[in-house]
């Protein structure tokens, strides 16, 4: 396997690093459909039961239950913002 070098050359010597992949890839999780509320829910839902049985670490659920709460919310200002405009189109 040939590994990759980076070179540092200084005045006073010069230097070479070997630089190695990281060895432990990051943990991927499935991604889950977030279009409608429901489907957040149900996101949610998932983490829930993956942090119950231990399957999920709890500070990591709890980051992930916060990102898809600021996403449904986001979602609702959007739809919102859809209706208000089709209402003010048709001059209510």
Do not use: C, W
Not at 32 to 37: D, F, N, P, V, Y
């Amino acid at each position: 396997m040939n590994t990759p070098f980076l070179q540092h050359q200084t005045a006073e010597s010069p230097a070479v690093v070997s630089v190695q992949p990281d060895p432990t890839p990051a943990k991927r999780y499935a991604r889950g459909k977030l279009q409608t509320a429901a489907d957040i829910g149900n996101e949610m839902a998932k983490i829930y039961r993956l942090a119950k049985s231990g399957e999920m670490d709890a500070s990591i659920a709890t980051k992930l239950t916060y990102i898809l709460q600021s996403l449904a919310k986001i979602r609702v200002d959007g739809e919102l913002e859809a209706r208000l405009e089709a209402l003010e189109q048709r001059g209510y």
